[in-house]
């Protein structure tokens, strides 16, 4: 059984940093997409980065140059270094795993990612 948890999220001041992290278990994690999405309230649920089983990495636009996404293959964990934060950054954040090797950010539809965590709340203040 698929199973994403994750933590890190916390109430942050804007320019704070934060580190979340998901721990993957239940399948070989290598061999899967790994992502970030967020959600905020009345807003759509939208990729914010993600990491393909060789290394590749993407972005959104809005995080570029602020985030930077990672993972620890032995100990089965995605990683979201979030520096700079802003207000706007708010959001619930998600681990999510895709159905197959892509890493397509621009849909969060359960097709293309059918595993999801229960998410970890991070809120920057101005």
């Known amino acids: 059984q698929v199973q994403l948890v994750e933590s890190g999220g916390a109430s942050v001041q804007a320019g704070g940093s934060l580190r979340l992290s998901c721990t993957a278990s239940g399948y070989s994690y290598s061999n899967y997409c790994m992502a970030w999405f967020r959600q905020a309230p009345g807003k759509e649920r939208e990729g914010v980065a993600g990491r393909t089983r060789y290394g590749a990495t993407s972005y959104t636009d809005s995080v570029k140059g602020r985030f930077t996404v990672s993972r620890d293959v032995a100990k089965d964990r995605l990683y979201l270094q979030m520096n700079s934060l802003k207000p706007e950054d708010t959001a619930m954040y998600y681990c999510?795993?895709?159905?197959?090797?892509?890493?397509?950010?621009?849909?969060?539809?359960?097709?293309?990612?059918?595993?999801w965590g229960q998410g970890t709340q991070v809120t920057v203040s101005s």
């Open positions: 999510a795993r895709s159905s197959d090797a892509s890493c397509n950010l621009a849909s969060s539809d359960a097709r293309t990612w059918p595993y």
